[in-house]
């Protein structure tokens, strides 16, 4: 799965061999004759270095190579070398620039400063180990020799140090920052000697700034942290200040690990504000190893998406939403091409991945089936305490009503209680990661005594877990954290001793005892709490509490437990967490709870790792506070112990972006060795699910970064649910099995709002509730969702959307013909370099098949060789090689399984069957029908005729073939897997019933043996090579994936073409078009139009409608918008929206292009809408036709659908078909990976 197949061959459509002369030959090589032992993997190719100041030891995407090298290759041809010209503007010899950056620095540098002297951002999306530091103060360097003001945005203030006393001095630049401001209140830089060297002003002096709205005079450097903006507008008196400042003062915003600033938040609006601000006359460089972690984050990096002229950033966007993994790989391919990212790594080819499934996994099972017993019964308990809650809220309702409207305002009236349901999630990773804490200390046990370093990585610390317990359950905790104690806290928070550890059990008590309490506002602000004291209540309280008892202690603070169980044995592990608390387990059996020694230190997190580097402290701990900025990697330049690291993964971090970042603290430049990690398995169902969140983030990630959904981080143990298919899986499991949804504690909305939910609501549901029920049932629940999505997925490749998937064809193809299929013509003086320029083509490829036929004969043998093993089968009847008692169940069993289908919300079998939309009942008698005709005809021999993709019919014959075994799986078509063979080819494909079924496609009455014709096709197959054709959509590939979305038209693909000049093999993205579809259908799909002066010369010229409808059709009584050249007025052209509010309210009450009384001053287009039959319609002067326009288009996101017979006559002078094609144009035609 993925966009790329495993590659059969690496061939990357630009080297940088064929690009960059070297000193000889015309090619780098190796200084001194060293050998490179970089390996060449599936993902990865080695980086080869334009500049020559050392020899490149890292790996660049294979996806993003060829575009990189030729932004690079640019770059020379208009600069000269390139380590002369950032030698030249850095103000240094190639001598000085050797001493201080290597190779992959300075090519980054170069093209930072081409990318910036074009005003354009620049995204550099170096993993971790490559070396950003250094290329951050070069641009701060750089940006100061420019006049700008460099402004340091990172996400914590130890990193000002790194920045200026390491990064800025070791490159020699350290006494031109002299007026460096510091906006941290609490931060300050030290210096090699560890004496401060800079500090923030006083408060007085940072005000006066803020009103003067000036930088400090001279001031040449500006640090401060994401979470100094991270308030709303006006809130926020430091990004109010930088985005006022720099609309008069340039700025070069610096955004290390710009992640932070990406998203729907504060500090993304109040970035975007400073680079808005700044557009004119200032930079913006974009940092981070994890920059865009999917559509949502695209916001921020406006600077750096390409603009065309059919679209602007917010429709970029929004495409990039609809079709996320395979538009993300085509934007950062889009972005690399325009010479805007340079994207590097370490050599990842002898990284050891591990997953170790635990000793304990038996145990494990038995301890999950108690806690889900418990997750079950206090889900229903807070559940019966949520049902009174919602009586009291209508009683306060009532009375409400009773008090005079006047004397009702500020009166707040509610009832609430604790939804157990929504801390599942957390309460469920808690559990995890203190069943594996013994296998954790195993493990990090067992590689201590390898001589090895362990990295013990964990997301929770559990301090707000412990600070909940204490503050509440323990009288000296109460008295120190009251308001008046602050200062005592810190004093004699130490004496906090208990009896007994606080153990996972304590957690679940604490929760059972919130479960129990109602919490009541009444009047102006007052509360009261109350117990729930009914006698069944309490029964089922105290039942609970009885399991929770009888539960295994487990530690609830996992961080203590594995320290103190390592000083048991001799080791010592350091820490860097964040947090405040700590626990020391006390040989009495009991605890003591104290605050952390360096508690608020923050250059605690230097001394910590230090010793750890030089073999003091001989296990790290990491939580995502430590997942910047450090270096923990087996390196002489960070200290003396180079023993091999090894990273035990007891919790993955919930946001990707800080996985991976902590995964590069011991994956770093200089390493003598490579790291390995390890993930412990826990054997349980449960843990799928924090799995699978890792890697639908991580092909989030991998296509916005890389672009290549694939990943060499994706944990391929893991299933893979957490998208969109199955999410739809998840969404007809629940619906069809309401017992199900109850037991897992799941309300399901009406079945007419069930499409209406948020983004994998189902999927995120069922995945997170499923540890309710005990371990067999979860795997139960995990095999029949995993059976529904590949249904789904079966059915979606059938009808070519796959939305998980890109094929991928080596044809090696020749271009035939091209001619413009959507948008304009481009002009003669050559193809644009953005893909978003241009026009989608419809561009006809020849290549050849080399065919290697099966005969009837051989096809024979296959089914007789296979035969004795598919009649082992219990199911399978070894006289007929069919499957009667599947075919009897079924039969016997029909009304049962219809009746047991039909949804609660139909009052019998009758009403469901008769409904007219689709249900549970009509596709379960559907399947049972198709599989009634075709079931008897199942056995090894069978045959189905299906057509290949050039639109041929062809027999395929089932030379093997597994039914399933239980009963309850007889109707999961996708649990039938046939293997068959096809004329022409000599493998065989895999295939499932569900495919069959979902395409309309029967097993035919005769058997091979006995099927004449399908044996004469096999016998008369072609052999050798064959030439074929094949149509693709390509060119503005954005625009063609959105045809494809509305009209189906074929399905995404990655082929191989021959480019003329060079003779090699290229890969291009482009839509396969459908052999079924013919050239006249093609020809009637109506075009998406954004150009305003189109869509003018088409109702002003040519006198035809234009609509919103995607089909064109301006007369259709739902068309969201439509206008019409007026019949009765010469002067007007008819604007008509639904009449109905939900549908065209949104323009006939929108007050600047509707007279609305009160609103005048808001008009731009004032129009007067009328009532005709279902619509509403105004007149509009053709004067203000073009602002109108414009507004609908620029401000509303309008897209306007024209038919192919209205835009022909406007472009009769289009070139339709370039019959000797120009040559495949790796800049644009269609992207070449």
């Known amino acids: 799965e993925g966009v790329l197949a495993r590659r059969n061959e690496r061939e990357v459509t ?278 865009i972690k999917g559509a949502k984050n695209l916001a921020v990096y406006s600077k750096i998406l390409p603009a065309g002229v059919n679209v602007d950033p917010d429709e970029l966007l929004r495409a990039v939403q609809a079709d996320p993994l395979s538009l993300q790989e085509a934007l950062m391919h889009e972005i690399a091409q325009q010479g805007s990212t340079v994207c590097r790594s370490l050599d990842d080819s002898n990284l050891q991945m591990e997953f170790r499934l635990s000793p304990r996994a038996d145990q494990h099972r038995a301890v999950a089936d108690q806690f889900s017993y418990i997750m079950q019964a206090m889900c229903y308990l807070s559940g019966d305490v949520a049902k009174i809650v919602d009586e009291r809220n209508k009683e306060f309702e009532k009375e409400l009503e009773k008090i005079p409207a006047e004397e009702r305002e500020g009166q707040r009236m509610t009832a609430t209680s604790l939804n157990f349901a929504s801390r599942l999630y957390n309460v469920n990773r808690q559990f995890l990661m203190a069943l594996q804490a013994d296998d954790v200390l195993e493990y990090t046990i067992g590689e201590l005594k390898a001589d090895k370093k362990p990295v013990i990585t964990i997301q929770a610390t559990g301090e707000s877990l412990l600070n909940d317990f204490v503050g509440t359950g323990n009288e000296a905790a109460q008295e120190l954290t009251s308001d008046a104690g602050k200062k005592a806290k810190k004093q004699t928070f130490n004496d906090v001793l208990l009896d007994k550890p606080i153990t996972f059990s304590d957690l679940l008590r604490k929760y059972l005892d919130r479960i129990s309490y109602i919490t009541t506002q009444t009047g102006y602000g007052n509360y009261t709490v109350t117990p729930c004291i009914s006698d069944e209540f309490i029964e089922s309280r105290n039942h609970i509490a009885r399991m929770i008892d009888a539960f295994p202690e487990l530690p609830m603070t996992p961080i203590d437990y594995l320290r103190t169980k390592l000083q048991e044995k001799g080791y010592s592990m350091g820490e860097v967490s964040g947090r405040s608390l700590q626990v020391d387990y006390l040989p009495t059996g009991g605890l003591r709870i104290y605050k952390r020694p360096d508690a608020g230190d923050k250059t605690a997190v230097n001394r910590i790792v230090k010793s750890f580097n030089n073999g003091d402290t001989d296990v790290l701990l990491l939580t995502g506070a430590g997942s910047t900025g450090l270096s923990a990697h087996a390196s002489p330049s960070v200290g003396s112990d180079i023993r091999p690291r090894v990273m035990i993964k007891l919790e993955l971090q919930a946001a ?46 991998s296509s916005s970064s890389e672009a290549n959904r694939d990943s060499k981080d994706i944990i391929r143990e893991a299933p893979d649910l957490l998208n969109v298919v199955g999410d739809e899986a998840a969404r007809t499991l629940l619906y069809d099995n309401r017992e199900l949804a109850g037991a897992l504690d799941i309300t399901l909305p009406e079945a007419e709002e069930s499409h209406r939910q948020g983004p994998l609501w189902y999927a995120n549901k069922l995945s997170s509730r499923i540890s309710l029920v005990p371990v067999a049932r979860q795997e139960s629940i995990y095999a029949e969702w995993q059976s529904r999505f590949t249904d789904l997925l079966e059915r979606y490749k059938a009808e070519g959307r796959n939305p998980l998937e890109v094929k991928v064809y080596n044809w090696k ?10 948008g304009e013509p481009q002009s003669a003086d050559g193809e644009s370099r953005s893909m978003l320029e241009m026009p989608v083509y419809l561009t006809t490829l020849r290549y050849d098949q080399v065919m290697t036929p099966l005969n009837a004969s051989q096809v024979d043998m296959r089914i007789e060789a296979n035969r004795s093993a598919v009649n082992l089968h219990p199911m399978v009847d070894p006289v007929s090689g069919g499957v009667p008692d599947i075919t009897h169940y079924l039969a016997n069993q029909r009304e049962q399984l219809l009746r047991d289908s039909v949804a609660k919300r139909f009052n019998s079998l009758e009403q469901a069957l008769a409904d007219k939309e689709p249900n549970a009942a009509k596709e379960m008698a559907a399947k049972l029908d ?118 189906h038209v074929g399905h995404k693909i990655v082929y191989t073409a021959i480019n003329p000049d060079t003779g090699k093999s290229e890969k291009h993205h ?76 949104r323009f006939y009450t929108d007050p600047v292009i509707s007279r609305i009384p009160g609103k005048e001053d808001q008009n731009l287009i004032p129009l007067s809408f009328e009532r005709s039959v279902n619509r509403m319609v105004a007149h509009v002067q053709t004067t203000d036709l073009p602002a109108l326009l414009d507004y609908l288009v620029t401000e509303r996101g309008a897209n306007f659908y024209v038919r192919a017979e209205h835009l022909k006559p406007l472009r009769e002078d289009r070139t339709n078909t370039v019959q000797q094609a120009p040559k495949l144009n790796s800049n644009a035609a269609a992207l070449e990976l």
């Open 930 to 1047: 198709w599989l009634e005709t075709n079931l008897p005809r199942l056995r090894v021999g069978a045959v189905f005729y299906q057509n290949d993709i050039h639109g041929n019919e062809q027999p395929n014959v089932v030379v093997r073939f597994t039914p399933p075994s239980k009963p309850e799986h007889f109707t999961r078509l996708s649990e039938y897997t046939l293997y068959t063979v096809q004329p022409g080819h000599d493998s065989m494909d895999l295939r499932y019933l569900s495919s069959l079924q979902t395409q309309s496609l029967s097993l035919q009455r005769l058997d091979f043996a006995r099927n004449s014709v399908a044996r004469e096709i096999f016998d008369t197959a072609p052999a050798g090579v064959i030439p074929r054709t094949a149509r693709i959509l390509d060119g503005n590939l954005f625009e063609a994936v959105n045809i494809n979305l509305r009209q």
């Open 14 to 291: 630009i080297r940088a061999d064929q690009l960059v002369p070297s000193s000889n030959t015309g090619g780098p090589n190796q200084e001194n004759g060293k050998s490179d032992d970089r390996s060449e993997n599936e993902y990865q190719i080695p980086y080869v270095a334009f500049s020559k100041v050392s020899d490149p030891t890292t790996m660049i995407p294979a996806n993003l190579s060829g575009v990189i090298y030729e932004a690079l290759n640019g770059i020379k041809n208009r600069r000269g070398d390139i380590d002369e010209y950032v030698g030249h503007e850095l103000e240094l010899t190639v001598a000085q620039l050797k001493e201080r950056f290597v190779a992959e620095q300075v090519d980054a540098l170069a093209m930072i400063f081409d990318a910036q002297d074009s005003r354009k951002g620049f995204l550099l999306a170096d993993r971790m180990g490559v070396g950003k530091g250094r290329v951050l103060a070069a641009a701060a360097v750089y940006a100061h020799s420019k006049g700008q003001v460099p402004v340091f945005f990172s996400v914590t203030s130890n990193l000002f140090t790194d920045l200026l006393e390491r990064d800025i001095a070791d490159i020699g630049f350290r006494d031109r920052f002299k007026n460096v401001l510091i906006l941290n209140g609490d931060a300050k830089t030290l210096d090699a000697n560890g004496n401060v060297s800079v500090k923030p002003p006083p408060a007085a002096r940072l005000n006066a700034m803020f009103s003067e709205q000036q930088l400090p005079r001279g001031t040449d450097l500006v640090m401060l942290t994401y979470s100094q903006v991270s308030r709303e507008t006006g809130k926020s008196k430091k990004a109010d200040f930088l985005a006022n400042v720099a609309t008069h003062t340039p700025l070069a915003l610096l955004l290390d690990e710009s992640h932070n600033a990406a998203g729907e938040s504060f500090t993304s609006t109040n970035i975007q504000r400073m680079i808005d601000a700044n557009s004119q006359h200032g930079a913006v460089l974009y940092a981070s190893a994890t920059p």
């Open 656 to 701: 990707i972006d800080k996985e991976v970042q902590i995964g590069g603290r011991i994956n770093r430049r200089g390493q003598v060795t490579p790291p390995t990690y390890l993930n412990p398995l826990s054997g349980l169902p449960a843990q799928d699910r924090l799995m699978m969140m890792f890697n639908a983030k991580s092909r989030n990630l």
């Open 1070 to 1145: 482009g839509i396969l078009v459908n052999s079924g579809i013919s050239d006249r259908q093609l020809e009637a799909i109506p075009e998406r139009v954004r150009d305003q002066q189109t869509l003018l010369r088409i109702l002003l010229e040519s006198e035809k409608p234009i609509a919103t409808r995607p089909d064109g059709d301006a007369y259709h009584k739902d068309t969201p918008l439509a206008f019409f050249p007026s019949s009765g007025r010469a002067s007007a052209i008819v604007m008509s929206v639904p009449a109905e509010k939900s549908k065209g309210g």
């Open 813 to 822: 193809a020749h271009r035939v013909s091209r001619s413009v299929f959507h």
